[in-house]
């Protein structure tokens, strides 16, 4: 979604920004803007439709003008009103206050009506701006900058993450948020605020992380915080591990590229420590894991997008191993519904970015609904609303994602699913001794196996200028590779722009036969497991009706190839945990090299957001 960067500094602020809305730009990118206060304090701005280079470009032509010391800059993710300058941040009000927001002011029409028989004119066809004018009002009638973004805030319904500068008191931010992430940086030469910390990385590795319904008053020797009671609060400092490194391409054409072939290291961090030579460690869940793990009686998974398919995978190894039963479902249609759970329920969100606004909601609606509900966070970011909000936290360790399009995150998640099967097993008696080392053995091996998937990379490469002008694509698979292949399905979608629909194997014939044709290739995964005659004779009947087939095997499947076929041995003859996370890599590669072919914006893709923080 939209990212927000901004500071106060005894530098010229201007490239500062420029840099963190580079950095911020995966999260969402129609627009652009930043404005800045002069040194003879006037409100300078610039904004740009399209990409921030866009507005780089822009601001060459008055590079001059636009200097000083205190600034806001944003990129945009359109809700309301299309992409556009005039909708792009920041917003202003009567000259004097300008204004940047992440989220959804729900209640804008109601205030947008007041505001306006209040004389304020209106440039915009945002919800944003509503909230800027409203600080302008409010500033009439208060003696600081601060207590009139505190009386704004308690009257917006919605979300917002929100950075404020005024003309009149140039020498502070305000920042404040409410269901949508906001963290302060504090470095040597300024104090900073963004939405997330990886636009920071340059200037600090110290970040103070707001909590819900925080405000603060940033100035450049002071930092003060009010809880959303108003009550002055001390917040933490943290020191982020985040090295800037890891947020450069380091020689790759593109993000997703780096992120997939990082995954072999991306899954030993996510291992280490939680592996002894032949067990898993509970703990790595949290200090009272073991003993809420034993008294669990049924897990329910939320998630979206990617994170919801890692979800799907996990029902079955649940079911199969731990012999718990798993309900699994999108958070944004759990959060709407009066879901039923039973006392023991362990209800796990799994979210990459840990800000997903739908799971995070969905974890409160479980919540509310009964108190004493235990959750577990999966998640890749170690201070989220998420990791707030959970009673236990797992962090996958698999370093910044930048591409919109998972990978990594993906199969981390599917490790720490796995160890979490595993523990809940042992605890249960499901598994012994030695079927808990033959997971932990398995687990071990993934980096190298892995690393051997990867090796088919020319080989899909070719495959995949099969894909050039073809329009759909139909993705098969049976048991835990069913969820892989919808994985893979939302993988060709999302970047290269084909319609791409996953279906079990077995239920082809109860529909989507009807649209086979030479024009619909075919994808199907099939490893030697126990579903493998069904799947071989599902593409027997794909085959009957002319589609052009790619079939991922195991060196023990012996798939037949036949005209139209084209069968690619991925591995080795692999055990339940490991296939899922296995056959992933051909789907990812494949997507990739089509999007490269369909000359698409791999790492982000139009109207995609890395993290959705707004409903
Ligand atoms: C967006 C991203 C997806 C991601 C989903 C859930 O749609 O583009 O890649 O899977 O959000 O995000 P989360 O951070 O909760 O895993």
Same mark, same amino acid.
């Given at each position: 979604?939209?990212?927000?960067?901004?500071?106060?500094?005894?530098?010229?602020?201007?490239?500062?920004?420029?840099?963190?809305?580079?950095?911020?730009?995966?999260?969402?990118?129609?627009?652009?803007?930043?404005?800045?206060?002069?040194?003879?304090?006037?409100?300078?701005?610039?904004?740009?439709?399209?990409?921030?280079?866009?507005?780089?470009?822009?601001?060459?032509?008055?590079?001059?003008?636009?200097?000083?010391?205190?600034?806001?800059?944003?990129?945009?993710?359109?809700?309301?009103?299309?992409?556009?300058?005039?909708?792009?941040?920041?917003?202003?009000?009567?000259?004097?206050?300008?204004?940047?927001?992440?989220?959804?002011?729900?209640?804008?029409?109601?205030?947008?009506?007041?505001?306006?028989?209040?004389?304020?004119?209106?440039?915009?066809?945002?919800?944003?701006?509503?909230?800027?004018?409203?600080?302008?009002?409010?500033?009439?009638?208060?003696?600081?900058?601060?207590?009139?973004?505190?009386?704004?805030?308690?009257?917006?319904?919605?979300?917002y993450g929100i950075g404020v500068?005024?003309?009149?008191?140039?020498?502070?931010?305000?920042?404040?948020?409410?269901?949508?992430?906001?963290?302060?940086?504090?470095?040597?030469?300024?104090?900073?605020?963004?939405?997330?910390?990886?636009?920071?990385?340059?200037?600090?590795?110290?970040?103070?992380?707001?909590?819900?319904?925080?405000?603060?008053?940033?100035?450049?020797?002071?930092?003060?915080?009010?809880?959303?009671?108003?009550?002055?609060?001390?917040?933490?400092?943290?020191?982020?591990?985040?090295?800037?490194?890891?947020?450069?391409?380091?020689?790759?054409?593109?993000?997703?590229?780096?992120?997939?072939?990082?995954?072999?290291?991306?899954?030993?961090?996510?291992?280490?420590?939680?592996?002894?030579?032949?067990?898993?460690?509970?703990?790595?869940?949290?200090?009272?894991?073991?003993?809420?793990?034993?008294?669990?009686?049924?897990?329910?998974?939320?998630?979206?997008?990617? !994170?919801?398919?890692?979800?799907?995978?996990a029902k079955y190894w649940l079911?199969?191993?731990?012999?718990?039963? /798993?309900?699994?479902?999108?958070?944004?249609?759990?959060?709407?519904?009066?879901?039923?759970?039973?006392?023991?329920?362990?209800?796990?969100?799994?979210?990459?970015?840990?800000?997903?606004?739908?799971?995070?909601?969905?974890?409160?609606?479980?919540?509310?609904?009964?108190?004493?509900?235990?959750?577990?966070?999966?998640?890749?970011?170690?201070?989220?609303?998420?990791?707030?909000? !959970?009673?236990?936290?797992?962090?996958?360790?698999?370093?910044?994602?930048?591409?919109?399009?998972?990978?990594?995150?993906?199969?981390?998640?599917?490790?720490?699913?796995?160890?979490?099967? /595993?523990?809940?097993?042992?605890?249960?008696?499901?598994?012994?001794?030695?079927?808990?080392?033959?997971?932990?053995?398995?687990?071990?091996?993934?980096?190298?196996?892995?690393?051997?998937?990867?090796?088919?990379?020319?080989?899909?490469?070719?495959?995949?200028?099969?894909?050039?002008?073809?329009?759909?694509?139909?993705?098969?698979?049976?048991?835990?590779?069913?969820?892989?292949?919808?994985?893979?399905?939302?993988?060709?979608?999302?970047?290269?722009?084909?319609?791409?629909?996953?279906?079990?194997?077995?239920?082809?014939?109860?529909?989507?036969?009807?649209?086979?044709?030479?024009?619909?290739?075919?994808?199907?995964?099939?490893?030697?497991?126990?579903?493998?005659?069904?799947?071989?004779?599902?593409?027997?009947?794909?085959?009957?009706?002319?589609?052009?087939?790619?079939?991922?095997?195991?060196?023990?499947?012996?798939?037949?190839?036949?005209?139209?076929m084209e069968v690619i041995q991925?591995?080795?003859?692999?055990?339940?945990?490991?296939?899922?996370?296995?056959?992933?890599?051909?789907?990812?590669?494949?997507?990739?090299?089509?999007?490269?072919?369909?000359?698409?914006?791999?790492?982000?893709?139009?109207?995609?957001?890395?993290?959705?923080?707004?409903?």
């Amino acid at each position: 979604m939209c990212g927000i960067v901004g500071g106060i500094t005894t530098k010229n602020i201007t490239p500062l920004l420029m840099d963190g809305l580079k950095r911020l730009e995966y999260r969402g990118y129609d627009s652009s803007g930043l404005v800045i206060l002069s040194q003879d304090n006037k409100l300078l701005r610039e904004r740009a439709a399209g990409k921030v280079k866009n507005l780089e470009n822009k601001l060459k032509l008055v590079k001059s003008k636009l200097e000083g010391n205190v600034g806001l800059a944003h990129t945009r993710w359109a809700t309301h009103g299309k992409p556009s300058v005039k909708n792009a941040h920041p917003h202003i009000s009567k000259k004097s206050i300008s204004l940047v927001h992440n989220g959804i002011i729900e209640n804008y029409i109601e205030l947008k009506d007041l505001q306006m028989k209040q004389g304020y004119e209106f440039t915009s066809e945002t919800d944003t701006e509503v909230i800027v004018h409203a600080i302008d009002h409010a500033l009439k009638s208060s003696d600081s900058l601060l207590k009139a973004t505190q009386k704004v805030i308690k009257t917006l319904d919605g979300s917002y993450g929100i950075g404020v500068l005024s003309s009149k008191y140039p020498d502070q931010i305000i920042a404040t948020r409410k269901g949508s992430p906001l963290v302060i940086g504090i470095g040597d030469n300024g104090n900073y605020v963004a939405s997330d910390q990886m636009a920071l990385l340059s200037l600090t590795d110290k970040f103070i992380f707001l909590e819900e319904g925080d405000i603060a008053e940033i100035k450049l020797d002071k930092i003060t915080i009010y809880d959303l009671n108003d009550n002055l609060v001390e917040r933490p400092i943290k020191t982020s591990k985040l090295k800037i490194a890891q947020i450069d391409l380091e020689g790759n054409d593109h993000f997703m590229q780096k992120e997939i072939f990082e995954q072999p290291q991306a899954i030993r961090d996510t291992l280490e420590s939680r592996i002894t030579k032949n067990s898993v460690v509970i703990p790595a869940f949290g200090y009272d894991a073991e003993k809420i793990f034993q008294k669990i009686r049924q897990v329910q998974i939320v998630a979206c997008g990617t !994170s919801y398919h890692a979800g799907l995978v996990a029902k079955y190894w649940l079911e199969d191993i731990a012999k718990v039963p /798993c309900n699994v479902e999108v958070a944004s249609e759990y959060r709407y519904r009066n879901p039923i759970f039973l006392n023991g329920t362990l209800f796990v969100t799994l979210s990459q970015s840990g800000e997903t606004a739908d799971t995070v909601e969905a974890l409160k609606t479980a919540k509310k609904i009964n108190s004493s509900i235990i959750s577990l966070c999966i998640s890749n970011s170690a201070e989220s609303s998420l990791t707030r909000l !959970s009673d236990l936290n797992f962090l996958t360790h698999a370093g910044p994602e930048i591409g919109v399009a998972s990978t990594k995150a993906f199969t981390t998640q599917l490790v720490a699913l796995s160890l979490l099967v /595993c523990s809940i097993g042992k605890l249960k008696n499901t598994i012994n001794i030695k079927q808990e080392k033959k997971i932990v053995d398995g687990l071990r091996r993934l980096p190298g196996l892995i690393n051997n998937a990867l090796l088919q990379e020319p080989q899909i490469k070719k495959l995949a200028a099969r894909f050039k002008d073809k329009n759909s694509a139909l993705f098969l698979g049976r048991g835990t590779m069913y969820a892989i292949a919808m994985e893979g399905a939302l993988k060709l979608k999302e970047i290269s722009y084909i319609h791409a629909e996953a279906y079990p194997a077995g239920e082809l014939k109860h529909g989507p036969i009807a649209l086979i044709d030479k024009n619909m290739p075919v994808i199907a995964i099939a490893p030697n497991d126990e579903l493998l005659g069904k799947l071989k004779s599902n593409l027997q009947e794909v085959k009957s009706r002319g589609s052009q087939m790619i079939v991922f095997e195991d060196e023990d499947s012996k798939v037949q190839e036949m005209e139209a076929m084209e069968v690619i041995q991925i591995t080795s003859n692999l055990g339940r945990i490991s296939a899922p996370i296995i056959f992933t890599i051909p789907l990812q590669l494949l997507s990739y090299h089509v999007a490269l072919i369909k000359g698409t914006d791999v790492d982000k893709p139009r109207n995609l957001a890395k993290s959705v923080t707004v409903e």
